[in-house]
């Protein structure tokens, strides 16, 4: 009897069964069986009581402490639902009670969850890095008041935890390659594993055993000096450092921000390289440092950074036509003319352009052009027969500009030594006919190839309007002029009977 009198005692000052349990040296169903047998005996203070007690296993829950009477209740509730992480509410409820007072107190109103069983992986120091996407914060365009969607990129050293992050606009090759020379120079040199997930710009074909690696991305990696190991498709786990460390950023960052407005990318980076630094600083539960401690003192002989940076090559299979040419980003490239209707490999970059075969035969290569509609052209891709054809009506059509002209000749010799300088063979013959025929003189046609050259303007059509100037001495093509009517001929508003009779 003296053990159910203290039992009540403590339960009137409103301590918690565990605590009487503890103290008692007596089970917590013991505890809550006297509790519940009792509970006509027990007074509770009227402040706290909400509803008379009844002989259930909601005589606990239903009791709401002084300290909660002072939060918003259903507010915390609906932004748990909503995912709002406890932390992050308890900050901004500031109550009266610890943290993980106010993480039971709540997590009994929602439920337990069920664990799932998971195993701890041990990692070596400077081993592997993980890097993953998901998706960012979205930023608000001012001038258009467009919304425009971000990326977070994470790289995470599973053994330390260190983490850089970043967003970004999208996901592309460009965009993912930097993102890892930025990752490599915070960490400051080069792990001897990436673990990336299976995004196109990493894994051009996913698969559980033999995936294929995107070949930009692998000669990005062999030039930085560490090898690419995809995670499984649908494993999240083979990554679960930065899984981890993606979810915490959400559950923080994302929601301290959640009702911030940003207009820039740089301004979202501005706010998140603060968090990022604080995050990285604070101290771990499970090792008692922080992220940045932990990498400075066991992780930091990491692999040297090359000197050279790395030039992106872009990869795209091509047909080569009949011309002998394929085609890249809308313009022209010659290559041997034994590959016609043949697939190719072609290796571009920015000033650069290489064409392989299937066999990994270098068959051309070609500065890169700018613009649209361009052609660089090797004769010697040509067959014979064509290259003396060509050779040929070039050659001939040079005689012929020389008996003209000095303008004459520079013009067709300029037009014959850009690339691809067939497309110009039958405008050159067609100016030179205009001489011949007698249509012109050669005095004209002088004049007109000079105004072409000093105007930048090279169409037959041109250099003809030029001939006719030059040949009516300098005055403009005479128009036809309009036929005179008679105004009694004209009978446009008269009736029919005056027309007919």
């Given at each position: 009897m003296e053990k159910?009198?203290?039992?009540?005692?403590?339960?009137?000052?409103?301590?918690?069964?565990?605590?009487?349990?503890?103290?008692?040296?007596?089970?917590?169903?013991?505890?809550?069986?006297?509790?519940?047998?009792?509970?006509?005996?027990?007074?509770?203070?009227?402040?706290?009581?909400?509803?008379?007690?009844s002989l259930n296993d909601t005589v606990i829950s239903d009791v709401i402490p002084i300290w909660a009477q002072e939060v918003d209740i259903e507010y915390v509730l609906k932004e748990l639902a909503k995912g709002i992480s406890y932390k992050v509410l308890y900050e901004e409820t500031n109550p009266a009670i610890g943290y993980f007072g106010f993480w039971r107190f709540f997590r009994k109103r929602l439920g337990a969850k069920k664990q799932n069983i998971s195993i701890r992986i041990i990692y070596k120091p400077g081993e592997k890095a993980f890097v993953d996407y998901c998706d960012g914060i979205q930023i608000i365009d001012e001038l258009t008041g467009e919304v425009i969607k971000t990326h977070l990129f994470v790289a995470t050293l599973p053994f330390s935890q260190y983490t850089f992050a970043e967003f970004t606009l999208d996901q592309k090759l460009e965009t993912f390659i930097e993102m890892h020379d930025k990752t490599w120079s915070f960490f400051g040199g080069v792990t001897d594993y990436t673990v990336p997930d299976n995004l196109k710009s990493a894994v051009s074909k996913a698969h559980h055993y033999d995936p294929d690696c995107n070949k930009s991305f692998c000669e990005y990696a062999n030039h930085v000096g560490f090898a690419v190991l995809p995670a499984r498709p649908y494993k999240p786990r083979d990554k679960a450092s930065v899984k981890g460390n993606i979810h915490h950023i959400q559950s923080s960052f994302f929601q301290r921000v959640r009702n911030k407005r940003y207009k820039t990318l740089y301004e979202l980076n501005q706010d998140f390289k603060i968090f990022l630094n604080e995050f990285n600083n604070s101290i771990m539960k499970d090792y008692g440092v922080s992220r940045k401690e932990r990498f400075s003192t066991k992780e930091s002989n990491l692999k040297p950074l090359p000197v050279e940076k790395f030039q992106l090559f872009n990869w795209k299979i091509a047909k080569v036509h009949p011309d002998c040419h394929i085609q890249v980003e809308k313009n022209f490239y010659s290559v041997p003319y034994h590959y016609v209707g043949k697939e190719?490999?072609?290796?571009?970059?920015?000033?650069?352009?290489?064409?392989?075969?299937?066999?990994?035969?270098?068959?051309?290569?070609?500065?890169?052009?700018?613009?649209?509609?361009?052609?660089?052209?090797?004769?010697?891709?040509?067959?014979?027969?064509?290259?003396?054809?060509?050779?040929?009506?070039?050659?001939?059509?040079?005689?012929?500009?020389?008996?003209?002209?000095?303008?004459?000749?520079?013009?067709?010799?300029?037009?014959?030594?850009?690339?691809?300088?067939?497309?110009?063979?039958?405008?050159?013959?067609?100016?030179?006919?205009?001489?011949?025929?007698?249509k012109f003189s050669k005095e004209d046609m002088e004049y007109a190839t000079k105004m072409a050259f000093a105007h930048k303007i090279y169409r037959l059509s041109y250099i003809t309007d030029c001939c006719i100037f030059h040949l009516n001495g300098g005055a403009k093509p005479r128009t036809t002029q309009a036929p005179i009517r008679n105004p009694n001929t004209i009978h446009l508003h008269q009736n029919k009977e005056k027309m007919f009779n």
């Open positions: 159910v009198e203290q039992i009540l005692h403590m339960w009137e000052q409103k301590r918690s069964i565990r605590t009487i349990s503890r103290c008692l040296h007596m089970s917590r169903k013991t505890v809550k069986k006297y509790i519940q047998d009792n509970s006509d005996k027990i007074i509770i203070d009227e402040k706290i009581q909400t509803q008379p007690l190719v490999r072609v290796r571009h970059s920015k000033n650069y352009l290489e064409v392989f075969y299937s066999s990994g035969e270098l068959l051309s290569t070609h500065k890169k052009l700018k613009g649209i509609g361009k052609s660089s052209t090797d004769p010697r891709h040509w067959p014979k027969e064509k290259q003396c054809y060509l050779s040929f009506n070039i050659n001939k059509a040079q005689l012929e500009a020389k008996i003209i002209g000095e303008n004459t000749y520079k013009l067709i010799d300029f037009l014959y030594s850009q690339s691809h300088p067939l497309r110009f063979l039958r405008p050159v013959q067609g100016m030179l006919r205009l001489v011949h025929a007698n």
